[in-house]
C-alpha cells in the first residue's frame, strides 16, 4: 500500500480506515520530499551534499525534460558508465559480468517503469464503495435473516460472523489493489526508514568497511633487524 509517509514524516491514521484528504493533506503534497529534490534547488542542494556534481546536475537542468524523466537519465549514465568502465579496464570481469550488470540496469528500468502502470490500473473507487455497502448491508441483516431459525444463539454466530466478513473485506482490498488498503495503519510502509536504512548501508557501512581494508599479509614488507 502506500504510505502516508512523503519522504520526511511518517504519521499513521489510528483509528482509520480510509484516509480523508485536508488541507493539511494538500500542503503537505506539495512540500513533499520528492518534489523538492527534483528542483532546481533540490538539484543544488544534491550537488553541495555531493550526492551528484556540478555537470550532472547542469545535464539534468538543461535536458528540457520533466524532473520525472530524471530517474531514466540517471540509470542511462550508469549502464554508460558501467560500459566505459569495462572498456577502460576500470571494472574487470569479463563479457559475462558486463551483460550482467547491463541486465540489472534494464530490469531495475522495466520495475521503475511498471509503476506508472500500477497507478493507472488501480481500482475505480466506485467498485470499493459497492463491495463495501454489500459487506455491510449483509453483516447488518444477518441478525435479521437467523434469528428465527437460531433464536439467542445467533448473537454470538453473528459477532462471529461480522467478524470474518469485515477481515475478509480488508483483506480483499489489499490484493484487488496493486498499492494495498490505502490508509490502511497496520500495512502502513514507513519510506523515510527505509530510505535511511539504504542510504546508511550504501554511505557508512559499505563505504566505511571498503576504507578500512586491512593490507595482506604477503603484501606486509618484512621486518629488519638492526
Known amino acids: 500500500m502506500p504510505t502516508n509517509s512523503n519522504g520526511v514524516s511518517d504519521k499513521g491514521w489510528e483509528g482509520k480506515t480510509y484516509r480523508m484528504k485536508t488541507g493539511d493533506d494538500e500542503d503537505k503534497m506539495n512540500n513533499a520530499i520528492g518534489p523538492v529534490l527534483l528542483s532546481s534547488s533540490g538539484l543544488r542542494y544534491l ?21 520525472s524523466q530524471y530517474t531514466y537519465m540517471l540509470m542511462q549514465w550508469v549502464a554508460i558508465y558501467a560500459t566505459e568502465g569495462f572498456r577502460d579496464g576500470t571494472l574487470v570481469g569479463g563479457d559475462g559480468a ?11 528500468r522495466a520495475e521503475y517503469f511498471s509503476i506508472g502502470d500500477l497507478c493507472a490500473g488501480r481500482m475505480p473507487i466506485a467498485y470499493v464503495q459497492l463491495i463495501q455497502i454489500l459487506v455491510d448491508i449483509l453483516v447488518w441483516m444477518a441478525p435479521f435473516a437467523l434469528y428465527s431459525d437460531l433464536g439467542s444463539l445467533s448473537i454470538p454466530l453473528c459477532a462471529i460472523l461480522t467478524h470474518f466478513f469485515k477481515g475478509l473485506l480488508e483483506l480483499s482490498k489489499s490484493f484487488l489493489d496493486p ?14 526508514v527505509l530510505v535511511s536504512e539504504l542510504n546508511f548501508g550504501a554511505a557508512s557501512r559499505w ?20
Open 47 to 67: 550537488e553541495r551534499s555531493e550526492e551528484l556534481t556540478h555537470a550532472e546536475v547542469q545535464a539534468l537542468l538543461d535536458s528540457n525534460l520533466p524532473p
Open 98 to 108: 558486463e551483460r550482467e550488470l547491463i541486465r540489472k540496469v534494464t530490469d531495475l
Open 179 to 192: 498499492f494495498g488498503n490505502d490508509g490502511y495503519p497496520n500495512q502502513n510502509i514507513r519510506v523515510d
Open 207 to 226: 563505504k566505511e568497511a571498503a576504507q578500512s581494508v586491512p593490507v595482506p599479509a604477503s603484501r606486509t614488507p618484512p621486518p629488519t633487524l638492526d
